[in-house]
């Protein structure tokens, strides 16, 4: 099935909102067995809005659209169907209903006129209910025995990430999935501590495989090993990975950190929590970041206890830094040291975790930008850790994350190893 993505709003045009959206579903499309051919960026404009329709609508089976479903005139993606279609849009007593009800039931009592207009349909459309937001998506599906596919589809949803992805997960993925004659799942082994080409090396024995396939990718939180598998059945293309898998864990062993969605923040904390173990950070460099990571998983209060965001020398002193050492160099491996103790004092924890360096572009100390230096403090044990990256100030607090939970994890694996 030939599909096209046509993601709407000016906003995406001016480059005022990253589109999102479309990397969503394109990553989603492959295991319904549905081929991603074009993805179209349009502003919220009738003419070109209703050229990209018309142009999806012939050479597309099915077309997923994002944006342009809101209250107000320039929201057109309903109208703009409607009339590419040659159909009469109308608002349904139904969804009406529904709409006015979920005003209700976030306390507003009288909905604006102006909403009205999300209730409506077109005779080729059916709704898509909408948890997240007042808009329902449509789902508009047309036979044609020219076609492919036997029909053509638009599927109309939010603009809003957090409301697409939710109407997706819940309406529209299993829709897809009923239809597909064939479904491709994977399952992605995350690693640390190992670069892409030793990964690469490592796993070379089972490359050669094109049903289960497997992919080696860099990603932000380490290398993946992407193992994917194409059946009839989801539970069919589970047993084509299954022993693919074993495999390639054996061979891997203690570099996997994780799979699939799991963060190395949440397989660290489940380390720290089955050790009993409890954490603190004092951050410099990062600003808080590695504390962010770390309170992004569910649950994360039993073992983290709370961060010092030292950004300003004299706060490091007044938190523990010993003023002498501080006057050498608060960029040097003897502050993320003296940090680490300070934190693990002040905090009360059983490790403590520090970090300071150069975030910004300007060497410091006579120091590069991008230089970090990394301490972890048990009581009895201190891991040092430094590094040279710099690619911004965003990738070095990124890099900064990474290395620090990778420090972690290494240090919490050999101490699960000793007993």
């Known amino acids: 099935m030939r599909a096209e993505i046509v993601s709407i709003g000016t906003e995406i045009m001016f480059g005022e909102i990253t589109d999102t959206n479309a990397a969503y579903i394109a990553a989603a499309l492959p295991q319904f067995g549905i081929d991603l051919l074009w993805v179209t960026q349009v502003g919220d404009n009738p003419d070109r809005l209703r050229e990209a329709f018309a142009r999806a609508w012939e ?90 596919a036997g029909a053509r589809i638009i599927v109309v949803m939010p603009g809003p990430p957090a409301e697409m992805h939710a109407m997706w997960d819940a309406s529209v993925a299993p829709e897809l999935e009923r239809r597909a004659d064939s479904v491709l799942v994977a399952r992605t082994l995350k690693t640390s501590g190992v670069g892409e080409s030793m990964i690469d090396e490592m796993l ?62 949440a397989g660290v904390g489940r380390m720290l929590r089955e050790q009993g173990l409890t954490l603190g950070t004092m951050e410099s460099a990062s600003g808080g970041a590695i504390a962010s990571a770390i309170t992004d998983v569910s649950g994360s209060s039993e073992y983290f206890k709370g961060a010092l965001v030292t950004y300003a020398t004299e706060l490091k002193v007044a938190m523990g830094v010993p003023a002498e050492i501080a006057a050498r160099g608060v960029i040097s491996r003897e502050c993320a040291e003296a940090m680490a103790r300070a934190a693990r004092e002040r905090l009360g924890v059983d490790l403590a975790l520090s970090v300071t360096g150069i975030a910004g572009s300007e060497s410091v100390e006579d120091q590069p930008p991008g230089t970090m230096h990394l301490a972890l403090w048990d009581g009895t044990e201190m891991t040092y850790l430094t590094f040279r990256y710099f690619q911004g100030r965003e990738q070095a607090k990124r890099r900064i994350v990474q290395q620090a939970l990778t420090m972690l994890r290494t240090y919490l694996m050999a101490r699960a190893a000793r007993g």
């Open 59 to 148: 050479r597309s089976d099915i077309t997923f659209c994002t944006g342009g479903l809101g209250p107000t005139e320039d929201d057109i993606t309903r109208e703009t169907i409607a009339a590419m279609l040659g159909e009469t849009i109308e608002v349904d007593p139904e969804q009406e209903r529904v709409l006015r009800a979920g005003f209700v039931a976030r306390g507003v009592q009288d909905m604006p006129a102006r909403n009205i207009k999300q209730a409506a349909l077109i005779p080729s459309a059916r709704a898509i209910p909408n948890a997240r937001g007042t808009a329902p998506g449509w789902w508009v599906e047309r036979a044609m025995p020219s076609a492919p």
């Open 204 to 265: 070379s024995p089972l490359l050669a495989g094109t049903n289960p396939s497997i992919g080696i990718y860099a990603r932000a939180d380490g290398v993946s090993a992407r193992i994917a598998a194409k059946a009839a059945t989801r539970d069919e293309a589970w047993a084509l990975i299954r022993p693919v898998e074993a495999q390639a864990r054996a061979i891997l062993g203690p570099v996997i950190w994780g799979q699939d969605d799991d963060s190395l923040s």
